[in-house]
């Protein structure tokens, strides 16, 4: 999946999760992990270009390395002195991040090494494409949401939207029966289709999450019950 993805989903899952510990921080550490794992594209050889093929999605996407992986994208924040109290919170938000990577990857059809060293099988589920933006838009409105909202509500709201999509994209695909033209029609149709309802669908989503946060931040402003003066 391409990167901005990544990082949303990362952040999104950290949000969620570690938002009440590291109210400003847990979305940053957590897109930082979801990224971190691609890393791996550093890894090459002038004598063997296929060596930087080989191991993209290697080691570092595989769920063995997730708690590996997560601590040592969480390094850099360790060092900072605002964290000194929570390392262990930096940690946790950066595995968890980390830990959405391989799983994202393993949705699309390129093939990940999700249970390296013990196989080196390349899981290619092949339920959502490499750049999917009605899938990262409706995870950005989640995200922003959860930055601006005093709870996660936002961000798992979008996140268990965006599951459902990639249950019905599921669903939606042809079987394999029929002739071809009949599988190509019906691929057409279902993305047409899909295309014009998640992206209205994503747009309700940011109106009403929208509307939840301006509803709650009348009501902190202005409360219609008042407390009592007697006490």
Known sequence: MDPITQGILGAAASQSIMKRRLPAAAGWIGAIGGVAADLDVLIHSASDPTVGWLYHRHFTHSLAFIPVGGFLAALPFLFLTRFKNHRRDVILSSIIGYAT?????????????????????????????????????ILLVGVADGKDSANEAGTRGAALFVSLLVLWRLAARPSGRGTEADCRFARTSNSAFQSHACSGMAALLAICLHLKRTVIRRWNQNPMVQPSACG
């Open 101 to 137: 990577h391989g799983l994202l990857d393993a949705f699309t059809n390129y093939g990940t090494q999700l249970f390296w060293p013990f196989s080196n099988h390349r899981v290619a589920w092949d339920w959502i494409g490499i750049v999917d933006p009605i899938y990262t838009l």
